[in-house]
């Protein structure tokens, strides 16, 4: 006859256990990232001498870009014509010429695992119109 040792359900998790624990979680880590938002020009809390002419957005990943809107601070949406570069993990957006103020570009997006992810990128032009 062969006996099989059945673990008793009552000790402490042998190391295994121990080991499988880790590595589980590490496993799952990937699956749970979201796509971020590496860098923008203008940077956000950004002071400008003169009014950009396109927005640029890095992402940690391949993205889709569902949304952007320019907004000056105090409600007026800018309208804002279609993307001019798109790349992998880059949208560059032109931007009409911008009057001196304070300004807020809200960005949404899917990532590459499905989920929708947003943000805004606040700054200011201090100086002159862009031509």
């Known amino acids: 006859m062969v006996r099989i040792p059945i673990p008793n359900m009552h000790e402490a998790p042998g190391r295994r256990g121990l080991i499988l624990l880790p590595l589980t979680a590490i496993a799952a880590a990937p699956a749970a990232a979201h796509s971020e938002l590496r860098g923008s020009v203008p940077a956000a809390g950004a002071v400008l001498d003169r009014a950009p002419e396109s927005i640029e957005?890095?992402?940690?990943e391949?993205?889709?870009l569902?949304?952007?809107?320019?907004?000056r601070v105090g409600g007026q949406e800018i309208a804002l014509p279609r993307r001019s570069i798109r790349e992998a993990t880059r949208e560059v957006i032109?931007?009409?010429?911008?009057?001196p103020g304070e300004y807020r570009a809200e960005w949404r997006i899917i990532s590459a695992d499905g989920h929708p992810v947003g943000g805004v990128i606040p700054f200011r032009v201090a100086g002159p119109r862009a031509p």
Do not use: D, I, K, W
Request: glycine share 0%; hydrophobic share 45%.
């Open 57 to 60: 957005l890095q992402f940690s």
């Open 62 to 64: 391949r993205v889709q």
């Open 66 to 71: 569902t949304a952007l809107r320019l907004r």
């Open 94 to 99: 032109a931007l009409p010429p911008l009057e």
